[in-house]
């Protein structure tokens, strides 16, 4: 799929994943085929004017006459820390689905390559986190989905320096050794687990003491080129409630702090607060409102628990897309609703863009709280519709080579069409967890689960 017309008709990784993962509950084809083809062009030589290493994931393909030009003679660049790990999230999550276990089992040994790439050149330095800094003067100079020049920075609003390790990216990479693990556990390869298991357990002790600012109430939005905690209040840290990165006895601030007056405008979640040195509510990533980061969040805020927060952002972002006549543009301005009767729009704003066109429908799979796992036999389903929406049917979801019907009114949740073996688990999936090792054999419906996880 291509990111955006008018100025992104071309395949991104990062948004191609993104937008693939959203869509899943209309279409895990998609998915499987954005997988197959990022596989193909998955990184298998050190070029420094690309950008490409071996395993890593690329970040655009362009084909234009002035692309070689502007990213180093090649119509494939590779400049982005994130696309590599969410690679492996994203077949994982596709694994749950159930669709085409030979086909996705084939992907996995780009999952393996895509996870040497995290150990041995995206933590470039050996301390347990992934950073990047360009490799080329015509790079990028932000490799995270706030790629502007100015996109990371602190709370007085100066520019962070790299090499820096994203709070987002940290959480990427911990959902992808969580998914690697739960591979490993149904193929029954014990010392496997051990191994992701530790890489996963090691990197959320790490990443909670590193990126938790205690006297903020905030995850920094990530570590600079000297290890400094980069503190500025954005909507980063929310993607670490999406993977279960974040500590449970600090998510509680987090959802307060993405929920207060400075990051909410009532139309979704600002990427950056009104506090902060470098808020603009007109910039590109400084104060506007994206979709798909507001998606992201609710998806989060829903798995650890924090339903009404979920739903004000779910219903803000759906309020903002009736204005929008139905197609939600990629970003627009951080207004506060109660000084405008609709959304400012973003003048140069892609419409239509892949990850906001996808992100209602992650919203419905967010607010429904569905989430299959057939290789358990199970659908985790516990609704948190909201009563304004009313009554809600779906037909024809495809779901392990089926096709299910979902019914919710009211208190009362009907699906029809799943093999007789298949539980239905009422109740919501709790935030990622890596799979039993040797010493926990645990499975089903009491084993905590989260995105990607097979």
């Known amino acids: 799929m291509a990111a955006g017309a008018p100025w ?65 003679g090649g119509s494939v660049y590779y400049g982005t820390a994130d696309a590599t790990p969410l690679f492996v999230v994203v077949l994982g999550e596709l694994s749950r689905w159930g669709i085409a276990p ?17 150990e041995k050149y995206g933590d470039r330095d050996g301390d347990g986190f992934v950073e990047y800094q360009r490799m080329t003067e015509n790079g990028l100079l932000n490799q995270g989905w706030k790629d502007s020049y100015d996109g990371v920075n602190f709370a007085d609003g100066s520019l ?32 496997a687990v051990e191994h992701w298991c530790g890489r996963a357990a090691a990197l959320k002790e790490a990443f909670n003491e590193r990126f938790w600012l205690p006297e903020r109430g905030w995850y920094a939005v990530g570590l600079d080129g000297d290890k400094r905690p980069i503190d500025a209040l954005a909507s980063n840290m929310g993607h670490c409630l999406w993977t279960g990165i974040a500590d449970r006895d600090k998510a509680e601030q987090v959802a307060e702090r993405l929920l ?60 903002a897309a009736e204005t929008f006549g139905g197609r939600l543009p990629e970003l627009f301005c951080g207004f506060d609703r109660d000084e405008f009767d609709a959304p400012v729009p973003y003048p140069t704003s892609c419409s239509p863009q892949a990850w906001a066109a996808a992100t209602p429908v992650q919203l419905m799979r967010a607010l429904l ?23 809600l049917s779906i037909h024809n979801i495809p779901l392990a080579g089926r096709r299910v019907d979902l019914e919710v009114d009211g208190a009362s949740t009907r699906i029809t069409g799943l093999p007789d073996d ?22 089903g419906p009491d084993m905590p689960s989260g995105p990607g996880s097979p």
């Open 102 to 118: 030979d086909a996705v089992e084939a992907l996995l040994p780009h999952a393996d390559r895509a996870l040497e790439w995290v």
């Open 369 to 391: 709280r569905i989430d299959p796992w057939m290789s358990h036999g199970q659908v985790w389903v516990a609704p948190a519709w909201p009563a304004r929406y009313g009554r």
């Open 422 to 443: 298949v539980e239905i688990v009422q109740q919501p999936r709790r935030p990622l967890s890596p799979a039993p090792n040797h010493h926990d054999q645990r499975s």
């Open 160 to 191: 962070a320096k790299p090499p820096i390790a994203l709070c987002e990216v940290q959480s990427y990479v911990y959902a992808a050794y969580v998914v690697r693990s739960h591979f490993a556990h149904e193929a029954g390869d014990l010392k």
């Open 260 to 319: 207060s007056p400075e990051m909410f405008t009532g139309w979704g979640v600002r990427t950056l607060a009104t506090t902060m040195g470098a808020y603009n509510p007109m910039s590109y990533h400084n104060g506007s409102v994206w979709p798909h980061d507001n998606a992201i969040l609710a998806t989060g805020l829903m798995r650890y628990g924090f339903v009404e927060q979920a739903q004000r952002v779910a219903t803000g972002i759906l309020d």
């Open 8 to 72: 992104f008709m071309a395949l991104f990784g990062r948004d191609s994943l993104l937008s693939s993962y959203m869509a899943l509950s209309l279409d895990q084809n998609l998915a499987l085929g954005t997988l197959q083809t990022l596989a193909r062009a998955q990184g298998r030589k050190v070029d420094p004017i690309t950008e490409e290493q071996p395993g890593r994931i690329l970040h655009e393909t362009r084909f234009g006459l002035d692309f070689p030009l502007a990213r180093g």
